[in-house]
């Protein structure tokens, strides 16, 4: 029984070593490996582990902690919702007078700014209210000037990136978060979900944004009030993808599905629960 016993676990244990250290090359596309990574435009394929994978959970452990001192250290944070890649990261942009960046309080006004400032921006970031819609997301970090230097216009001191691109090549999803500082890539985890059933998982939303109570009017509910409740300052959920599970999509929820009413704001995003480990609270304007 002694030697049954062992050898059962040591099968156990060398089938989980065999699917937790598979690696292989993922065709993600000249565009994808030039936009993420900056290599050259004919280089298609991108080497990484095949999930679960407790080496690139260490590396999202290790970003994760980075994005909370960037967090400290702001003055603001904006997320924007994409669609298709970002190859524009501004380290600076000017403000339009007499635009005071204290009234920038909602992820739309930011773009707006944004694409105002930098024209090659314009049509790179989907506008959304509440629960963001897109595949990809942008969050900006904004920095405060030093001394007084640029003081008509915001300093940007990182930009993080999520990307959830499905492949056929092999069959699944590649997921990759990166940051970037003063264009720069700086920090980046990634790893591909296998997925040979031929469905492409729906990893979202990425974003959710409480816009602060008073924005409500009275009486003219606009079918995002449910997403107006910050007392004091508005706030963002976000999610980033869990290398150390083995596929982006939760069994449970398939078996035991949760509803809540279409006047409640978890309606957007309780399918996100239990999905990763990587789930974020934090400020729009973070305290200094």
């Not at 000249?30 to 095949?50: M, N, P, Q, R």
Request: glycine share 8%.
């Amino acid at each position: 029984m002694v030697f049954t016993v062992g050898a059962m676990s040591y099968q156990t244990i060398t089938a989980q070593q065999r699917r937790s250290i598979t690696y292989g090359a993922i065709t993600i596309g000249g565009a994808a490996a030039e936009g993420y990574y900056g290599k050259e435009d004919t280089v298609t394929e991108i080497d990484t582990y095949f999930a679960p994978n407790y080496g690139s959970g260490t590396k999202a452990d290790l970003m994760r902690e980075t994005f909370y001192e960037d967090l400290q250290n702001s003055t603001a944070v904006y997320c924007l919702g994409r669609d298709g890649l970002a190859t524009v990261r501004p380290s600076a942009i000017n403000l339009p007078a007499p635009e005071n960046a204290k009234t920038i309080d909602t992820p739309e006004d930011f773009r707006l700014l944004i694409e105002a400032a930098v024209p090659l921006l314009a049509g790179v970031h989907e506008p959304y209210v509440g629960a963001s819609t897109a595949q990809n997301l942008s969050v900006y970090v904004v920095q405060p000037s030093f001394q007084g230097l640029f003081p008509d216009g915001l300093i940007i001191s990182a930009i993080y990136e999520v990307d959830i691109q499905n492949v056929t090549s092999p069959r699944g999803t590649y997921a990759t978060v990166r940051r970037y500082s003063f264009g720069s890539l700086t920090d980046f985890y990634d790893v591909f979900y296998p997925n040979e059933l031929g469905v492409d998982w729906d990893f979202s939303p990425l974003v959710v944004n409480f816009e602060r109570q008073v924005r409500k009017v009275s009486g003219l509910d606009d079918g995002y009030d449910k997403f107006r409740v910050a007392k004091e300052e508005p706030f963002y959920f976000m999610w980033w993808p869990d290398p150390s599970v083995q596929n982006l999509e939760l069994e449970s929820y398939k078996v035991a599905p949760i509803s809540y009413s279409a006047d409640d704001p978890r309606s957007a995003y309780f399918h996100m629960g239990g999905r990763t480990s990587y789930m974020f609270t934090f400020p729009m304007f973070p305290a200094q």
